[in-house]
Nanobody
Framework: QVQLVESGGRLVQAGGSLRLACTYS????????MGWFRQAPGKEREFVAA????????HRADSVKGRFTISRDGAKNVLYLQMNSLKPEDTAIYYC???????????????????WGQGTQVTVSA
């Protein structure tokens, strides 16, 4: 069972930056694709960014391209989401997710992921 714990969410002003982290437990021999999703109040959870098993490929939602970057440190088992030029509409609970897979594959829909963290709140003030 993979356990995921997000951190780094807080209140920030529009135009500011945040880096979210997701620490995960996994067996060294297993390969996991990972992703970030977010859920704003009154809205469904939506895809933000994904990174493939092995970290060779990434993909981002159009709404965050040019502002958010996903990365991972495989040695430390940490997934990151660097968020720059934050906007009030980025306010949401951010979740990390993982799915056991093979190198080079990533996923962009909720149903494709097997494991989820509890989320971290990001609030962007105008």
């Amino acid at each position: 069972q993979v356990q995921l714990v997000e951190s780094g969410g807080r209140l920030v002003q529009a135009g500011g930056s945040l880096r979210l982290a997701c620490t995960y437990s996994a067996r060294a021999r297993d390969i996991y694709a990972m992703g970030w999703f977010r859920q704003a109040p009154g809205k469904e959870r939506e895809f933000v960014a994904a990174i493939s098993g092995g970290g060779t490929k990434t993909h981002r939602a159009d709404s965050v391209k040019g502002r958010f970057t996903i990365s991972r440190d495989g040695a430390k088992n940490v997934l990151y989401l660097q968020m720059n030029s934050l906007k009030p509409e980025d306010t949401a609970i951010y979740y990390c997710a993982a799915r056991q897979t093979v190198t080079g594959v990533y996923y962009t829909t909720e149903t494709e992921y097997q494991h989820w963290g509890q989320g971290t709140q990001v609030t962007v003030s105008a």
